[in-house]
């Protein structure tokens, strides 16, 4: 069930729709962060994005 507030924004959004440009920069944004998730799945993240902790000190030869 949906509270009131979504019906209010949903007449709203009916009555006064967004305009052009505000349509054309969401779509922007939604393309440019599907492209960045599709570059980061073919060719994975970079070294200095891992989120394992680097080891600290000389590292051990064995």
Same mark, same amino acid.
């Given at each position: 069930?949906?509270?009131?507030?979504?019906?209010?924004?949903?007449?709203?959004?009916?009555?006064?729709?967004?305009?052009? *440009?505000?349509?054309? %920069?969401v779509?922007?944004?939604? !393309? &440019?962060?599907?492209?960045?998730?599709?570059?980061? *799945?073919?060719?994975? %993240?970079p070294?200095?994005?891992? !989120? &394992?902790?680097?080891?600290?000190?000389?590292?051990?030869?064995?």
């Amino acid at each position: 069930m949906l509270p009131m507030q979504w019906f209010l924004r949903m007449y709203r959004w009916a009555r006064h729709p967004p305009s052009k *440009a505000f349509r054309w %920069t969401v779509g922007i944004v939604i !393309l &440019a962060a599907l492209a960045i998730a599709g570059l980061e *799945a073919l060719f994975g %993240t970079p070294d200095w994005m891992d !989120l &394992a902790p680097r080891p600290r000190g000389l590292p051990v030869v064995r």
